[in-house]
């Protein structure tokens, strides 16, 4: 059967990804007189912000995660579709499976973010573990628990003391969120839970190669976070740069760490929308795009989030942060909505930056709103509030409100069942 010509049906936006970006520009195109269809590899859109939580058993998946389905169920012009998205073809407007099918569209939506970048040393990925899905988070909080159990079998020190040895490579927000955490579970929530071993003796290092940890934030809330950091009984190494990684360890800087416990936390890279496209690229791998968020010459196709490369005027590219890619997505769709209804086209994008957070622990975090510089209890609070209400339903809202407030009494973690061979024992038959 023929294919309907396209200037005889409504416009079709296709919309590769679900995650903030995608997740915004759908729903901004509730009342559009067009067919909206968001495509993703998962069946879910995740809150990443907390994905470190669920890596560390302080939450479950469903805590951070809701279908697809779910959010758009009331939108009668919206599809989901689970796929696996390989390419796109410009000029014949469609966009390619890895089932061998095709999705043709009039406009499209490029959200689909960005990857752990090992800066060319993709042999390391084979030994590190990275932070980016709900399955990298079940793969970390299997090695972390199975670590410990297995060191809990052990009759051998040497071994004792590499499977418990936590290595967190980079210093970002991510990485800072994953080290202390860690350092909580080891000394707080597991510290009684063994008869063999001493969970409190685990060693953890946070590394950056940079001078400083959190280096986005002035260098004030820098310093805090790293005494904090300290404080937890983290080894913060700075200015030291990894060299190798292999399936026992890693060279920091000139001195050797044994162990099979390392997360990569230090870079990233766009998904590869600009090599589908053609399209010019920042040293990332994010496209390059117009104040309007539209791929220079196909003003049809738009590139938001940690996918595109936008220079608000600064110089600087916008950071890969939720606000950005949720204040896109939700221009984008409004552009788009008004052009199909033959309005005027809006002015540019213009970021509200609302201010950044990090966590460090337990009644321990920085932010940075506008120029109000909080630290300790009070920034931990209004870190806790916001991302509670980030959120995108009640239920998740309110499971992960119990959860920490449970974890603040009690110390205790709910999500510590482990369903499989620990990664930490695979790795040893």
């Known amino acids: 059967m023929s294919q309907e010509p396209r200037e005889s049906r409504r416009p079709t936006i296709v919309i590769i ?10 729903k901004a195109l509730k009342r559009c007189d067009a067919d909206v ?18 890596a560390t058993a302080a939450l479950s998946p469903a805590d951070i995660a809701t279908a697809s389905r779910v959010l758009l169920r009331r939108q009668a012009n919206a599809k989901v579709m689970m796929a696996d998205v390989t390419g796109v073809d410009p000029d014949q407007r469609y966009v390619q499976l890895a089932d061998g099918k095709s999705l043709p569209y009039d406009y499209l939506v490029l959200a689909t973010g960005a990857a ?25 909080r299997a090695r972390l628990l199975g670590a410990f159990e297995h060191a809990e079998r052990s009759d051998d020190p040497a071994e004792i003391r590499r ?18 955490t860690i350092a909580e579970l080891a000394r707080m929530t597991l510290a009684r839970d063994f008869r063999s071993i001493d969970p409190r003796l685990a060693r953890i290092i946070l590394c950056e190669a940079g001078s400083r940890v959190l280096s986005a934030f002035p260098e004030a809330l820098s310093a805090y976070s790293a005494a904090a950091l300290e404080t937890l009984g983290i080894e913060v190494r700075l200015g030291e740069a990894v060299k190798d990684i292999d ?14 416990n390392i997360l990569w936390c230090a870079g990233t890279e766009a998904r590869p929308a600009a090599q589908w496209l053609g399209a010019g690229a920042a040293r990332n791998g994010a496209v390059t795009v117009l104040p309007d968020c539209s791929i220079p010459g196909r003003p049809e196709i738009f590139a938001i989030g940690d996918v595109a490369s936008f220079d608000d005027g600064t110089g600087r590219p916008l950071p890969g942060l939720a606000p950005v890619a949720k204040q896109q997505g939700h221009y984008v769709g409004r552009l788009l ?24 622990g337990r009644s321990r975090a920085i932010a940075l709103l506008g120029g109000l510089k909080m630290k300790g209890f009070i920034a931990w609070l209004a870190w806790s509030l916001v991302h509670l209400m980030l959120l995108v339903d009640f239920r998740s809202r309110l499971m992960v409100y119990a959860n920490w407030s449970w974890a603040w009494f009690t110390y205790g973690r709910g999500a510590r069942l482990l369903t499989d061979l620990p990664v930490a024992e695979r790795s040893e038959s």
């Open 17 to 26: 990804g679900a995650g903030f970006g995608g997740m915004a520009a759908a």
């Open 37 to 54: 269809m968001l495509v993703d590899r998962t069946n879910h859109h995740l809150f990443q912000p907390l994905l470190y939580q669920v």
């Open 116 to 140: 752990y970048s090992f800066f060319g040393h993709d042999a390391w990925a084979r030994h590190a573990l990275t932070l980016k899905t709900l399955e990298d988070a079940l793969r970390i």
């Open 163 to 180: 499977l418990l040895t936590f290595v967190v490579v980079g210093a970002g927000p991510t990485g800072v969120e994953l080290a202390g």
């Open 247 to 260: 399936a026992t360890g890693l060279m920091l800087g000139e001195s050797r760490i044994d162990t099979t």
């Open 337 to 360: 909505s008004d052009r199909i209804a033959g309005k005027g086209a809006p002015g540019p994008f213009r970021y509200r930056d609302l201010g950044t957070m990090a966590v460090i």
